[in-house]
């Protein structure tokens, strides 16, 4: 029952991952926040959070949620008496639940860079907890507005977010595509 529902907790937040992960392909170019400092000279969130990661990042996470509303009815007929947590069950539901997931992985995702820079933490140095959760955290809450997330399902979601992530960073440094393992 529990490898069911890790499944199907997947499942439901694929828009958030696909998104974040889009973010940085289609990053690059104006940072969202303009380049601006504060009164300390200390940059707002910094040139890892740009408007394209952003726009490009929210657009996966919509089609994400569409493909997911298109393969529902065969997802639902054939395996619905084993889904255990929400799932998008059409297309117009699917850009909704995409888009507030998507978003708000970028949107949790720019605000950890925010709360980096306020506890002096800088780009790309670790700051645990945070840079593994920042983006689901807030795709959930945002998401939490239209569809009921038990407990459960928010604890599954959390505990697989950070196996996924360690496992994710540690093949890339493995493989060369990342300076550190985290």
Request: net charge positive.
């Amino acid at each position: 029952m529990i490898l069911i529902t890790c499944v199907c907790t997947l499942y439901f937040i694929l828009p958030a991952y696909f998104s974040n992960g889009a973010g940085l392909v289609f990053g690059g170019g104006t940072p969202v926040d303009f380049g601006k400092t504060d009164k300390n000279g200390i940059r707002w969130i910094g040139n890892g959070v740009t408007w394209r990661g952003l726009v490009g990042g929210t657009l996966i996470g919509i089609i994400t949620g569409i493909v997911q509303g298109y393969f529902a009815p065969y997802i639902l007929t054939n395996f619905g008496q084993y889904i255990t947590t929400p799932i998008i069950t059409n297309i117009p539901e699917g850009i909704l639940i995409g888009f507030l997931l998507g978003f708000g992985a970028l949107l949790g995702d720019a605000i950890g860079s925010f709360l980096k820079r306020r506890l002096g933490i800088g780009r790309g140095k670790p700051a645990p907890i945070l840079d593994q959760l920042d983006f689901l955290i807030f795709a959930l809450i945002l998401v939490s507005f239209v569809v009921k997330l038990s407990l459960e399902f928010v604890i599954i979601a959390i505990v697989l977010t950070l196996i996924i992530h360690i496992m994710a960073n540690t093949c890339a440094y493995l493989l060369g595509l990342k300076d550190v393992w985290y």
